[in-house]
T-cell receptor, first 117, second 113 residues
Framework: GAVVSQHPSRVICKSGTSVKIECRSL??????MFWYRQFPKKSLMLMAT?????????EQGVEKDKFLINHASLTLSTLTVTSAHPEDSSFYIC?????????????FGPGTRLLVL | GENVEQHPSTLSVQEGDSAVIKCTYS??????FPWYKQELGKRPQLIID?????GEKKDQRIAVTLNKTAKHFSLHITETQPEDSAVYFC????????????FGSGTRLLVRP
């Protein structure tokens, strides 16, 4: 099946610094990837759609200058949390669609737990 | 935009009993409805999905039903086992893309041994 990886799995940073999270599709190509944010015991909130070769599309209420997305290749999307603050602490998960098996299915990465001190 | 509501938020059942989780969606143009299982600290895993041209789909102990007229779909787990304990999320695709998903709020299922 399709495999999506994320790096790092967890990161602790000081307030005001920037953090980059990578999302990779390991055995398939993805022109589109999605970034979600999940608070403890809450649902997945779609933040943005990452598009290879063009600008990301952000959901309403998500600051594009705060969460920079770059879809550098058909297998890599990065999310950079700029000038991180404690309220940015969360579980960030990416996903990528694949037609492995004949049907379109969305596969999730393992997530990155960000803690901003 | 699309809105997905999920009930109940928590569900406790005895091992061997059935569990049912229900979701409603707002946009009648949505055409893809997956269900994900998420264990603590792990990634969501697809367990079953259904498309709008099908009313029911079954995979061993798991089944999903879809009522397009009423805009609701349900997850049914039979013969529950302790390892079924997890958080379950329903989702609906936005029109125009079977990839972009809007998730329900989740149901925490506890299967008591």
């Amino acid at each position: 099946g399709a495999v999506v990886s994320q790096h790092p799995s967890r990161v602790i940073c000081k307030s005001g610094t920037s953090v980059k999270i990578e999302c990779r599709s390991l055995d398939f190509q993805a022109t589109t990837m999605f970034w979600y944010r999940q608070f403890p015991k809450k649902s997945l909130m779609l933040m943005a759609t990452s598009n290879e070769g063009s600008k990301a599309t952000y959901e309403q209420g998500v600051e594009k200058d705060k969460f920079l997305i770059n879809h550098a290749s058909l297998t890599l999307s990065t999310l950079t949390v700029t000038s991180a603050h404690p309220e940015d602490s969360s579980f960030y998960i990416c996903s990528a669609p694949s037609t492995t098996g004949g049907w379109e299915t969305q596969y999730f990465g393992p997530g990155t737990r960000l803690l901003v001190l | 935009g699309e809105n997905v509501e999920q009930h109940p938020s928590t569900l406790s059942v005895q091992e061997g009993d059935s569990a049912v989780i229900k979701c409603t969606y707002s946009d009648s143009a949505s055409n893809y409805f997956p269900w994900y299982k998420q264990e603590l600290g792990k990634r969501p895993q697809l367990i079953i999905d259904i498309r709008s041209n099908v009313g029911e789909k079954k995979d061993q102990r798991i089944a999903v039903t879809l009522n397009k007229t009423a805009k609701h779909f349900s997850l049914h787990i039979t013969e529950t086992q302790p390892e079924d304990s997890a958080v379950y999320f329903c989702a609906a695709s936005l029109p125009g893309s079977s990839y972009k998903l809007i998730f329900g709020s989740g149901t925490r299922l506890l299967v008591r041994p």
